[in-house]
């Protein structure tokens, strides 16, 4: 990381930890990645697996890095992420566990653009950054 910089993310750090998971901030956040090619690449995986959630969360436990369980069929997943993909965090730049609200707004963000009929819940379970071996989150449509 640029010793130039890196004092200005040790406040950034500072502020996330203050944010509560729902926080605009988060969802700018996620909204921002999503649009870099993650929400096409979901959006196209769901094209594959015909709409059925159930098949969406398998082939997506198919990718390398990920892994995704079905806990009841047609309403309830998990979904788990092997690495940090972030790239503050892979830069260096930023490691408070804060930062993976915005893993969970994207995962919500996410099932609200395949789902828009369905309730979509995301609970934060562990995480990388938070010192567990995966981040994992507990999906729910209803």
């Not at 090619?37 to 390398?64: M, N, V, W």
Request: net charge negative; hydrophobic share 40%; charged share 20%.
């Amino acid at each position: 990381m640029d010793g130039q910089i890196s004092w200005w993310f040790r406040g950034l750090e500072a502020g996330l930890e203050t944010l509560p998971e729902e926080a605009p901030f988060f969802g700018a956040c996620a909204e921002n990645c999503l649009s870099r090619g993650t929400l096409d690449l979901y959006k196209r995986l769901q094209a594959d697996t015909g709409g059925i959630p159930d098949a969406f969360f398998a082939a997506l436990g198919q990718i390398e890095g990920v892994g995704a369980e079905i806990l009841e069929t047609g309403r309830t997943y998990r979904l788990i992420f092997h690495t940090c993909t972030c790239a503050l965090h892979g830069c260096g730049y930023v490691d408070t566990p804060a930062l993976c609200h915005c893993s969970r707004a994207s995962i919500l963000r996410t099932l609200e653009v395949l789902w828009p009929d369905r309730a979509a819940a995301v609970e934060t379970e562990q995480t990388i950054l938070g010192g567990a071996a995966a981040c994992s989150f507990h999906i729910s449509l209803r």
